[in-house]
Each structure stands twice: as C-alpha cells, then as structure tokens.
C-alpha cells in the first residue's frame, strides 16, 4: 500500500466526507455538484471509497463489502468482482455456487474473477458470520443511464 512503501507519510486525510454543492462546477453529470465525497450529498448512500478506507482504518468493526454493486447492468460477460473487508478471509458465491475463497495479503481488498450469466447474477461474499450481497445484471447493450453524456463542461477556469 502507499503508506506502507512511505513510512515518512505520518498521516492520512479524507478529502471530504461528503458530496458537496460548488457552483460553478459542471461536471460528473450533474450540474453544481462535486461528487468527490465518501458519501452521497444526501448522506444515503457510502460509496465503494467509503468501504475501502473503513477496510484500512477501522479494525474493530469487522466487515464485508462487495464494491460495484451500483453498476447494476453490465454487458460483458468476463467480470472482476471487488471486496472491501478488514477480514483476513473472504468467499465469493456466484448464484449459490462458491467461486473461492482468498486470503488477506497486505490489502483489505480482495479481487475475484466471474463470468456472468444472461439476466440475473447473485453474489454474496462471506466472512464467517458476517455476509453481503449484490446483484449484476447481464445485458446485451450498454444500459442507458450510464453513457456519459457530451455537454459543455466549461466552468469558470
């Protein structure tokens, strides 16, 4: 990890917990807003980054996240699947059906090679008792809500 390969870095820092509105801002889809925060502007929804710092910060609270799991529709079959624990082991299920089980080396993240089905796909990570679950839908085209849309993203610099 970066911190690790520069023990002369003797602190670590979030640039922001939150998004957060910045009017001239237009950019990321959403005019006014900066959407760098660990948590939505709404404070609903932690982000994939949210999980991944607690992964490296937070040792007492043990955890499982499966990171992506907004990114709902997908069209290629060949997937990596991501988790976020501070877990030493995790499994990955696949429909029911285990895909493996990996070990902790160095960093809370643990990555999982998946071929999707057509329609539906179930995951669940485990780590002993502690469980999380997401849903990936195979589709054949690229679902609308996630082709960028070209606008003018001039602001004032």
Not at 77 to 86: D, F, K, L, P, R
Not at 118 to 145: Q, W, Y
Request: aromatic fraction near 14%; charge should be positive.
């Amino acid at each position: 990890n970066f911190f690790e390969k520069r023990p002369f870095m003797w602190a670590t820092h979030v640039w922001n917990m939150f998004d957060f509105a910045a009017d001239a801002r237009n950019q990321g889809g959403e005019p006014g807003m900066n959407h760098k925060g660990l948590v939505t502007f709404d404070r609903k929804t932690k982000k994939d980054s949210f999980y991944l710092y607690k992964a490296y910060w937070n040792k007492k609270d043990p955890f499982v996240y499966i990171a992506g799991k907004r990114f709902v529709y997908r069209k290629k079959a060949n997937q990596e699947i991501t988790v976020h624990s501070n877990r030493s082991e995790v499994s990955l299920y696949h429909n029911g059906q285990l895909v493996d089980t990996k070990k902790q080396e160095g960093k809370p993240v643990f990555k999982f090679k998946v071929s999707l089905v057509d329609g539906e796909n179930k995951f669940e990570v485990r780590s002993g008792a502690l469980t999380d679950n997401a849903v990936i839908c195979k589709t054949n085209e690229p679902h609308p809500e996630y082709v960028v849309q070209k606008v003018d993203t001039k602001n004032w610099m």
